[in-house]
């Protein structure tokens, strides 16, 4: 029997030439037609795609009738994202959970349906019997994301509704999914961990009364231990990748798929599948591997000139991977400065005493007030430049002992949450949009309401 092709061999490149000269489109059409290409226009600012109630984001305000850039804001169903981690941290409490309820339901919910929720969450964080074996161990990928989507879609076989998009059968799924996206992402990368690298292979239960935060690190390590800092500190950072507004690459492929009547395993697939491509979810990989690259090239970290010469270097395309940028550095929205970013550097630097790492935080904290200053020197930019959240989560991931394969399913643990509140809001919304034009046309027997199918 044939095995499935992996190679590139000179018929492919020759057919690769003749799809590439019949697809070129001149770039000035894009401008002649306002044909914006992807959710930003030529100057960076968000193409308005949609409408959602679920989180904002705030980078500029009217001065004189003009719009002027601003310290970047975060609100989740209208709470500043700053003031929620604040009181999580006021109060030394864990908040994933409580701001799942919060993007889910549009309130906070008060202790006893805190409770119930944290215990429904429990209580499905589990799944079905042998699918550990039967589909996490089985061809276990190098890349964890794709085994997580896999793993996603696998679920549909077992759900006895996986079509009913209802909007209560879609909550379950979307809750299961919350639930036990920590557990798909672990034990991914043990499968991967153990079949491919060959190391040892430890599957842990999670613990009912443990945070999602608290099972994540439990699950992960070979000895089940972790000090309580580190949990909270996870904790934040997953906090603060849980949503950015509807007008993201993966949550707008949320709601597009989610437009379609499709299932939910599908629609989150989807929105897997862009969450892992490096402009989007795997930018803190690439952080972390500038700065071990910024490690060896630079023989004194402290010297502010070594630095500075390393940093141009990067943006003449002489250092690390010659693509000109320097990682972490900039965001499409945010120029002042980023909120998540800001509140998760509040952190770093106790975890960096804890873990004996402030030489890496010093150095981080020079980069971060000095790339700026560089960028602005050698590039005309339209907007100001500041540290986004990608720069310090991936220090942060790495002080955890978390492998760089789990850095971009993290950001998947946190973000399913963003994505079934805007799967919620598109299903709810669709409907109240097709059911007065649906039964303009169709016999009052014929018209099925979404949430009755």
């Given amino acids: 029997m044939a095995g499935f092709n992996t190679k590139v061999t000179p018929e ?6 003749e799809c590439k000269d019949h697809s070129s489109i001149d770039l000035s059409l894009y401008g002649k037609y306002d044909v914006k290409r992807g959710l930003r226009d030529i100057n960076g600012k968000g193409v308005l795609a949609g409408l959602t109630q679920v989180s904002n984001v705030r980078a500029v305000k009217v001065v004189d009738g003009k719009e002027v850039p601003c310290a970047g804001s975060l609100y989740y169903r209208g709470y500043n994202i700053k003031d929620l981690t604040a009181g999580f941290v006021k109060d030394n409490r864990f908040g994933f959970e409580e ?7 549009g309130k906070l919910p008060d202790r006893k349906e805190l409770e119930d929720f944290q215990n429904l969450l429990a209580n499905q964080r589990s799944l079905p019997t042998n699918f550990v074996r039967d589909v996490i161990m089985k061809a276990p990928g190098r890349d964890i994301m794709n085994a997580l989507s896999r793993s996603v879609l696998t679920l549909y076989s077992y759900d006895n509704n996986p079509d009913d998009i209802s909007l209560p059968n879609v909550m379950r799924q979307c809750l299961n999914l919350i639930s036990v996206f920590p557990l798909l992402s672990v034990y991914g990368y043990q499968a991967y961990n153990h079949y491919v690298r060959g190391k040892s292979l430890y599957i842990h239960n999670p613990k009912k009364n443990l945070s999602t935060a608290e099972n994540i690190l439990r699950m992960l390590r070979p000895d089940k231990k972790y000090t309580d800092l580190e949990a909270k500190i996870l904790d934040l950072a997953l906090i603060l990748h849980m949503e950015h507004g509807g007008g993201n690459n993966s949550t707008f ?3 597009v ?12 697939a989807a929105a897997l599948g862009s969450l892992k491509g490096p402009k989007h979810g795997g930018a803190n990989i690439k952080v972390i591997q500038m700065f071990q690259d910024m490690k060896k090239e630079v023989h004194n970290w402290e010297d502010e000139d070594e630095v500075r010469n390393y940093l141009k270097r990067l943006l003449h395309k002489e250092a690390f991977d010659k693509r000109g940028l320097i990682y972490g550095m900039g965001h499409a929205i945010y120029s002042v400065s980023d909120p998540r970013a800001e509140v998760l550097k509040g952190f770093v630097e106790s975890l960096a005493k804890e873990k004996g790492r402030m030489k890496d935080y010093r150095l981080y904290s020079m980069v971060e007030w000095m790339a700026p200053e560089v960028i602005a020197e050698e590039r005309r930019i339209y907007k100001g430049v500041s540290a986004n959240v990608d720069f310090y989560s991936g220090f942060v991931y790495s002080m955890l002992d978390l492998p760089h394969e789990l850095y971009t399913p993290m950001f998947a643990v946190a973000r399913i949450v963003g994505w079934s509140a805007h799967r919620m809001e598109e299903l709810i919304n669709t409907d109240k949009i097709i059911r007065p034009a649906y039964k303009n046309v169709l016999p009052e027997a014929s018209y099925v309401p979404l949430d009755e199918r």
């Fill in 99 to 105: 701001t799942t309820y919060l993007l889910l339901y």
């Fill in 253 to 255: 492929t949320t709601h």
């Fill in 257 to 268: 798929v989610s437009s379609s009547g499709t299932d939910t395993y599908s629609a989150i």
């Fill in 12 to 17: 492919i490149e020759r057919l690769t030439q």
